[in-house]
T-cell receptor, first 113, second 110 residues
Framework: GAGVSQSPRYKVAKRGQDVALRCDPISGHVSLFWYQQALGQGPEFLTYFQNEAQLDKSGLPSDRFFAERPEGSVSTLKIQRTQQEDSAVYLC???????????FGSGTRLTVV | KQEVTQIPAALSVPEGENLVLNCSFT??????LQWFRQDPGKGLTSLLLIQSSQREQTSGRLNASLDKSSGRSTLYIAASQPGDSATYLCAKYNFNKFYFGSGTKLNVKP
């Protein structure tokens, strides 16, 4: 597609439920990021992939968060046993190998009730 | 920890005014800098990218400058319009990640 696609756009989860958020990057983009944006704040880095390799996961807030990109294209961010503090917008971005700016998706707004 | 600070946090101006948004960083390591726009409930739209070897970029009514020695960037918007109302985020890029400020929420009144 022409842009980065994220699904679902909105997700309401009950506390303790597991969720999976999907990111379809721009075709051929090697690099893929996940960011978490709390209300009124700037996005904060979660994790980075180059192709299928997860090169940096230093921003994942706990071991309840897990990301994968098994074939180097689509990525999934999984949150286990969701808690209220996980409520945020989760943004995905992708870039070609030679950096010239990243393209962000519209995000998934997760609300944990 | 790499911190990015944006001033002001919010700004309300009448249509037609020229305005300046400020962004500062805690260190001046070589990096790229990008300005984004975010509309309510939406993702980020890239406005201007300044690569590490550059000092400024222009696109239409927008001009962004980068002073690495002082760790500052400025986004200048000329002749503001109501359609410019949004949150503007600056982000420093190095070590394969963006470090974002909290943004400046701009309201341009007709």
């Amino acid at each position: 597609g022409a842009g980065v696609s994220q699904s679902p756009r909105y997700k309401v989860a009950k506390r303790g439920q597991d969720v999976a958020l999907r990111c379809d990057p721009i075709s051929g983009h090697v690099s893929l990021f996940w960011y978490q944006q709390a209300l009124g704040q700037g996005p904060e880095f979660l994790t980075y992939f180059q192709n299928e390799a997860q090169l940096d996961k230093s921003g994942l807030p706990s071991d309840r968060f897990f990301a994968e990109r098994p074939e180097g294209s689509v990525s999934t961010l999984k949150i286990q046993r969701t808690q209220q503090e996980d409520s945020a917008v989760y943004l995905c971005a992708s870039s070609s190998r030679d950096f010239y700016g990243y393209t962000f998706g519209s995000g998934t707004r997760l609300t944990v009730v | 920890k790499q911190e990015v600070t944006q001033i002001p946090a919010a700004l309300s101006v009448p249509e037609g005014e020229n305005l300046v948004l400020n962004c500062s960083f805690t260190d001046s390591a070589i990096y790229n800098l990008q300005w984004f726009r975010q509309d309510p409930g939406k993702g980020l739209t890239s406005l201007l990218l300044i690569q590490s070897s550059q000092r400024e970029q222009t696109s239409g009514r927008l001009n962004a400058s980068l002073d690495k020695s002082s760790g500052r960037s400025t986004l200048y918007i000329a002749a503001s319009q109501p359609g410019d109302s949004a949150t503007y985020l600056c982000a420093k890029y190095n070590f394969n990640k963006f470090y974002f400020g909290s943004g400046t929420k701009l309201n341009v009144k007709p």
